[in-house]
T-cell receptor, first 112, second 115 residues
């Protein structure tokens, strides 16, 4: 069965520092993987997605993620955090093309 | 204008009351979903619909029902609300695809409190 594990429910970084949010997945078939972001009082919006093309995926707002099959990982990174990046981030895997399994989420705090 | 809208945005109700949450979309997508979000649990699927005639239970459908009135409208009902249904509820849509690219488009959410 497909599943997603996000390591760390809370991550705190200083403004300008590297952002690294970890996601590991379990899938019996080649996965489609997603990162979504949720800003306060808003719905989720797509940051980026992996659909079996390039393993390094670039998304909006300077975020990127690398698909590593050998490690079953899809970690999200951004070289330099900005205050506006403070939000909750969800990793997700698509199952059978129509269902999405979400991780528990990681809340990112950015300190000035 | 927002592509996926939800009404109401906030609702406080009492135990035992019937409540309906509504979702409308202008994206023209066939697939619609209802999720609930609880702290530390991420999003969990309640129901999903592939078209007006196709409705399916998700992982936590007990205590909920849905109605797909049209391609653009998908409503979630709590027949007799209970306090542990207090949560943030999201409607989402996705386009039909034979591949696994199930990118979802979310509404702004409805915060429901059951007293």
């Amino acid at each position: 069965a497909q599943s997603v594990t996000q390591l760390g429910s809370h991550v705190s970084v200083s403004e300008g520092a590297l952002v690294l949010l970890r996601c590991n997945y379990s899938s019996s078939v080649p996965p489609y993987l997603f990162w979504y972001v949720q800003y306060p009082n808003q719905g989720l919006q797509l940051l980026l997605k992996y659909t079996s093309a390039a393993t390094l995926v670039k998304g909006i707002n300077g975020f990127e993620a690398e698909f590593k099959k050998s490690e079953t990982s899809f970690h999200l990174t951004k070289p330099s955090a900005h205050m506006s990046d403070a939000a909750e981030y969800f990793c997700a895997v698509s199952v059978m093309g129509f269902k999405t399994i979400f991780g528990a989420g990681t809340r990112l705090f950015v300190k000035a | 204008d927002a592509d996926v809208t939800q009404t109401p945005r906030n609702r406080i109700t009492k135990t035992g009351k019937r409540i309906m949450l509504e979702c409308s979309q202008t994206k023209g997508h066939d697939r619609m979903y209802w999720y609930r979000q609880d702290p530390g649990l991420g999003l969990r699927l309640i129901y999903y619909s592939f078209d007006v005639k196709d409705i399916n239970k998700g992982e936590i459908s007990d205590g909920y029902s849905v109605s797909r009135q049209a391609q653009a409208k998908f409503s979630l009902s709590l027949e007799s609300a209970i306090p542990n249904q207090t949560a943030l509820y999201f409607c989402a849509t996705s386009d039909t695809t034979g591949e696994g690219d199930n990118e979802q488009f979310f509404g702004p959410g409805t915060r429901l409190t059951v007293l």
